[in-house]
């Protein structure tokens, strides 16, 4: 039986969505820097190109090997990150940012799930949405607040 899977919230003090996705970017690199495999989960197919456009250029210090999903099976297993609006991937199950309104039927697959969350309305109901789908699931979700961007 897998371990429950540990999910962190990361409160970001702003609404806009550049200050959200450089928050996901900065959690993508500092699982990379830990040598875990990385799904990210896009709403749709336009926040990951822009997600992964921002995951080039977020910091002129930091590389992290990326590529858009469906990817060939050897492409993906040798790409530390995988974005994706649609199917996960089979091979990346260290870490999975939810950058999504809905929590994903097989969350249970991954190690620790990284909820990014906006500061809009919307997005923090949502939020206690998924947070109260994790602590259903057994799941005890914890929370950051982040200031800034």
């Known amino acids: 039986m897998a371990a429950t899977p540990r999910a962190d919230f990361y409160l970001v003090s702003a609404s806009d969505e550049r200050t959200r996705l450089r928050t996901a970017c900065r959690l993508a690199e500092k699982a990379y820097d830990?040598?875990?495999?990385?799904?990210?989960?896009?709403?749709?197919?336009?926040?990951?190109?822009?997600?992964?456009?921002?995951?080039?250029?977020?910091?002129?210090?930091?590389?992290?090997?990326?590529g858009l999903c469906p990817a060939e099976a050897t492409v993906a297993e040798a790409t530390p990150v995988l974005i994706s609006s649609g199917e996960l991937p089979a091979s990346h199950h260290d870490v999975l940012i939810n950058l999504g309104a809905e929590v994903p039927d097989d969350f249970v697959a991954y190690g620790?799930?990284?909820?990014?969350?906006?500061?809009?309305?919307?997005?923090?109901?949502?939020?206690?949405?998924?947070?109260?789908?994790?602590?259903?699931?057994?799941?005890?979700?914890?929370?950051?607040?982040?200031?800034?961007?």
């Open 34 to 66: 830990q040598g875990l495999s990385v799904t990210v989960l896009a709403r749709n197919p336009a926040e990951a190109t822009a997600f992964d456009e921002m995951l080039w250029t977020f910091s002129d210090r930091a590389f992290v090997p990326h």
């Open 112 to 149: 620790r799930i990284c909820e990014v969350v906006a500061s809009d309305k919307r997005s923090r109901g949502d939020a206690r949405k998924r947070w109260r789908l994790y602590r259903d699931a057994g799941v005890a979700p914890n929370s950051h607040e982040l200031s800034g961007g």
